[in-house]
């Protein structure tokens, strides 16, 4: 158990819809970051927060938003979802950048 | 883009043998991490090597890091039929990004 926490675990939705998918970072880890993992891309950077600023952007859809909250937990948000957008979303988290950073379980996003 | 190349893409050995899986890169680094992951799951973390480190050991696991190559490898010693995974690297590079940018994998079976 790495202490990041990831809800839902599986999340089934529709073309078009919207969801949210949430993180808990491990207690006193300040950056969280937010990856997909997908069959043909891989592992895809997609955003890091550090003490609830953007710290740094990779390859985030304009559909896709976040933020982190002052309690240091992430949300991810999800719109207009496409089948295309059918992966795993990783959070994961560290002390601060540089360090180690921790996974959680993932998030199995199914758009159908 | 793909920063880390693992090599081989797919590993199979028997039980007991070690396993040795590589890594290249492209831009300097400021650390390297090690991961595994089981068949859709979470991302374990092994083991980190900063870029002023050579070698680094955990358990049966031995990292080396070689950055004049910018190369890294990942030994498994004694292998095990749990240790039958994926394995990623992903870089830390310099420049203030302070993103992880994953290769794309060598999956390893450990035959009983």
């Known amino acids: 158990d790495s202490g990041v926490t990831q809800t839902p675990k599986h999340l089934i939705t529709a073309t078009g819809q919207r969801v949210t998918l949430r993180c808990s970072p491990r207690?006193?880890?300040?950056?969280v970051y937010w990856y997909q993992q997908s069959l043909d891309q891989g592992l895809q950077f997609l955003i890091q927060?550090?003490?609830?600023?953007?710290?740094a952007k990779g390859n985030i859809l304009e559909r896709f938003s976040a933020q982190q909250f002052p309690d240091l937990h992430s949300e991810l948000n999800l719109s207009s979802l496409e089948l295309g957008d059918s992966a795993l979303y990783f959070c994961?988290?560290?002390?601060?950048?540089?360090?180690?950073?921790?996974f959680g379980e993932g998030s199995w996003l199914t758009v159908v | 883009s793909q920063q880390g190349e693992e090599d081989p893409q797919a590993l199979s050995i028997q039980e007991g043998e070690n396993a040795t899986m590589n890594c290249s890169y492209k831009?300097?680094?400021?650390?390297l991490q090690w991961y595994r992951q089981n068949s859709g799951r979470g991302l374990v973390h092994l083991i980190l090597?900063?870029?002023?480190?050579r070698e680094k050991h955990s358990g049966r696991l031995r990292v080396t890091l070689d950055t004049s190559k910018k190369s890294s490898s990942l030994l498994i010693t004694a292998s095990r039929a749990a240790d039958t995974a994926s394995y990623f690297c992903?870089?830390?590079?310099?420049?203030?990004?302070?993103?992880?940018?994953f290769g794309k994998g060598t999956k390893l079976t450990v035959n009983p």
């Open positions: 994961a988290s560290s002390v601060k950048p540089g360090n180690t950073i921790y």
């Open positions: 207690s006193g880890d300040l950056s």
């Open positions: 927060y550090y003490n609830g600023e953007e710290r």
């Open positions: 831009t300097s680094i400021n650390n």
């Open positions: 090597i900063r870029s002023n480190e």
């Open positions: 992903a870089t830390d590079p310099q420049g203030g990004s302070e993103k992880l940018v």
